[in-house]
């Protein structure tokens, strides 16, 4: 017994003796908090080292078919330290990193992460967003409705020409369903789809540009609420027939003005300042159809001797008496001009007619921007 003892206790100082002629064993910490983000042929993984002998990181893949070396910055100790390995091919990867000290030795315990590499073959996969309706109206108002928004996208990006002749680029939210654009040159747009095939993806796909097909359309003319609009004054009035009657919203009654001689004319407080595009006038049938000449004037002041600017002007026909109010609507000469106010010119009537006027309706027409 005691013969086996000495035998076991002279095999565990050979085997301690046999390790101590090695040297000591000296491990570095290995990576620590290790992220992955995808890329195009690419991916940027993130690290943190908390070890300050830690000098190197070699990244390998492919079975250690291929690797990369890293310095390891010694000022970032404990924070996110960011590398980026290109030149990949387009398939899922598993990488393998291992820290050392300055010379490469006493390497770490690997640290494991995989992820996708994207490329070609996933671009190929990606479709443009899908436009329900495009309409280039008169004046040169671009609308673009879009279909729902497809996996991934994170938008679409527009290309035109603006109105300076500079290349531009319009950029669209995916939670934006229409679109406009007032400031083209030409009646002609391009587009593409950007997708990200993950969140934490470093690069944006996109897809081919594509012409937009619109289609022409006349823009809508909408009618001005006259809700709050004022009667300030006429040139004259006919006792009974007040101005107010031009806003009612009723044919049956009107403003008249005095047996006076022409021209007669009215102001009207619009409240905000509009632009007009369209103008229609009222009157009554019979032998009230006396004026021949009307202009629509727009300003910033209700002085009706001051600063005005005509945006319009009509004619109306002779008429008979009848049950059809006779009326004209003129498309405005300017359209650019705005004002609060609004003057309204009879002029000229027809020979042998009486030089009075009358008005039952007056409506303005906007265009939308």
Known sequence: MASVGYNSCSD???LHDKYMQRGEIIYVAASDSVKLYPGEYRV????????????????????????????????KLGEDVEIVIPDLLEKRYTFELVTSNREGKYLSVPAYISGTVYGKKYASTLANRKISNATVFS????DIAWMNVLDNMVGVEMS??????????????NNEMNTKVTDSKE????????????????????????????????????RYDRTDWEFL???????????????????????????????????????????????????????????????????????????????????????????QEPHIEVITTDNVTEGRYLKMHF???RAGANPYVNVTELYLYYQED
């Open 160 to 173: 035109y020409r603006n109105s300076s002749d500079e290349e531009t680029v319009l950029k669209v939210p």
């Open 12 to 14: 565990m100082h050979s």
């Open 139 to 142: 004046n040169n108002r671009m």
């Open 347 to 349: 002029l000229n009537g």
């Open 233 to 323: 004054e006429a040139s004259s009035t006919l006792a009974g027939y007040p101005g107010t009657n031009i806003l009612d919203n009723n044919l049956g009654t009107f403003w008249h003005s005095s047996d006076v001689a022409l021209p007669h004319w009215f102001v009207i407080d619009m409240k905000t300042s509009n632009r007009v595009f369209r103008f229609d006038v009222y009157r009554t049938s019979g032998n009230f159809s006396d004026t021949k000449s009307v202009e629509l004037y727009l300003g910033n002041s209700p002085d009706a001797s001051g600063s005005w600017t005509k945006v319009g002007e009509g004619s109306f026909s002779p008429t008979t008496t009848g049950t």
């Open 44 to 75: 940027k993984i993130s690290y943190r080292n908390y070890d300050p002998k830690v000098a190197k990181l070699t990244v390998y893949w492919d079975f250690r078919q291929g690797s990369a070396q890293f310095d390891v910055p010694a000022d």
């Open 187 to 222: 009646k002609v747009m391009k587009y593409r789809t950007l997708y990200l095939p993950v969140i934490n993806c470093i690069d944006t796909f996109y897809t081919d540009y594509t012409p937009i097909n619109f289609i022409y359309a006349e823009l809508p003319l909408i």
